[in-house]
């Protein structure tokens, strides 16, 4: 039987490196996690069993302005202070969290959690809390707690740990502190060479959303989190930057492996509609010609849509024509081809201030970059009785990974939040 000793309420560090020494890079025996789980040192919550060695994930990081350390049971009065504002929590998915009762059960997930406080150095004030979890070696199933692997449960290529649970006092909104939170704990997660850092954030969470865009999270995929239950949440990513690409790489036909195939080629050629006016006319190699212009405001002549109009119009045309491919390979025979398909209420994001903003020599204060696109997608089978809104749904996950112009802007960091629903009116 494995004996963990505590002192004062704290796990030892003797504790840890016994962990350490069992698990680490041998994987998580059965008697182990069975003797963890009867001690109680193993309990449901969403890190997983990995998190415990390996991977500091309640270290003690400092900067100028920020100190994050353990969390301690008596920090219990000092985050509920920085916590106890109805206004902080109204668009968190925990809306009642300021209360007494609610911010009582997240401090006891916050203990077993192994959470970090946020410190302000200047005041010595409590400003909120983060953590890690989920930390996952390379190899490693996305259910390791589980002692019958599911069919086709993925395992993980790089090392990988979630940054989550983050919330912060609204007095520390709108300045750095969010910012260098978030550097402290990637730059220790980069030391101890994880190659990929998750942020899960809920759906309807659009503050935390920019904030993860804002320090450099690119949006991923949409699923639940297999540690904490079946809510789908928005996944967004960053990868350690040691191991990601120069910029600049070109493809060339000598980097292919031997018996791939070549990346489909695209060619143009565009030249300026109106001399001194910002219209193009573009002409694609297979005898289209494609007109684009800006309004009057904008210096152009409202003569054509706008560039941006025709990314938002090649997304819809990408996804409707990938959508029949799907469909004609997914729907078994007489009930495998789409009638039609109707995009309504498609409304795009961007922050202008990403390319518009002065002077042009300095970096823009934001991404130019569409943020979200957001539609609903009737979909029409020829055999509507056949075909149920389960399978709908099926179709637009399938639509979402393999349609290039989605996959472009899902790279970018552009959310795209596209509802699929069966069109039997």
């Known amino acids: 039987m494995l004996s963990v000793l505590f002192a004062g309420g704290r796990r030892s560090s003797c504790a840890t490196t016994l962990l350490s020494q069992r698990l680490c890079h041998g994987g998580a025996n059965r008697s182990v996690q069975r003797d963890l789980s009867q001690s109680g040192l193993l309990r449901k919550s969403r890190r997983t069993f990995s998190s415990f060695a390996c991977f500091p994930h309640q270290p003690t990081l400092e900067s100028d302005q920020l100190l994050l350390r353990p969390i301690e049971r008596d920090d219990k009065d000092a985050l509920h202070a920085a916590a106890n504002d109805p206004l902080l929590w109204a668009g968190h998915p925990s809306k009642d969290r300021w209360k007494t009762d609610v911010f009582a059960e997240w401090f006891r997930a916050a203990i077993d959690g192994w959470a970090l406080v946020v410190v302000d150095k200047a005041t010595g004030d409590v400003l909120g809390s983060s953590r890690y979890y989920d930390y996952l070696e390379p190899g490693q199933s996305l259910n390791p707690l589980s002692t019958q692997e599911p069919a086709g449960c993925p395992t993980v290529v790089g090392s990988e740990v979630a940054i989550g649970y983050t919330w912060l006092a609204r007095r520390a909104w709108g300045g750095t502190v969010n910012a260098e939170l978030k550097r402290l704990m990637l730059d220790h997660a980069w030391r101890y060479n994880v190659d990929t850092v998750w942020f899960h954030v809920a759906i309807d969470n659009e503050r935390s959303q920019r904030a993860v865009q804002k320090i450099g999270g690119v949006f ?206």
């Not at 684009?292 to 405001?297: A, E, G, V």
């Not at 054509?304 to 491919?325: D, F, R, S, W």
């Open 220 to 425: 991923s995929h949409r699923a639940s989190v297999p540690t904490d239950g079946p809510d789908i949440m928005l996944w967004f990513k960053m990868s350690n930057p040691s191991r990601q690409e120069p910029k600049g790489t070109r493809i060339s036909k000598m980097s292919i492996p031997n018996g791939a195939s070549l990346p489909k080629k695209y060619s143009f050629e565009g030249f300026s509609s109106d001399s001194g006016r910002p219209g193009c006319t573009i002409v694609t190699s297979t005898g289209y010609e494609i007109v684009s212009d800006l309004p009057k405001t904008g210096g152009g002549n409202n003569s054509a849509a706008q560039p941006v109009e025709y990314l938002i119009a090649a997304l819809l045309g990408c996804k409707n024509a990938t959508a029949h491919y799907v469909a004609r390979h997914l729907w078994s025979r007489p009930h495998h081809r789409i009638e039609s398909i109707r995009f309504t209420q498609v409304t795009a994001w961007r922050d202008e201030q990403g390319a518009l903003a002065l002077p042009v020599s300095e970096p823009p204060p934001t991404s130019a970059a569409l943020q979200c696109v957001s539609a609903k997608v009737y979909v029409r089978p020829r055999a509507t009785a056949e075909i149920s809104e389960e399978d709908v749904e099926q179709l637009g996950k399938i639509v979402e990974e393999r349609c290039p112009v989605a996959a472009t802007l899902v790279h970018s960091g552009c959310i795209l939040d596209f509802q699929w629903l069966l069109d039997d009116a």
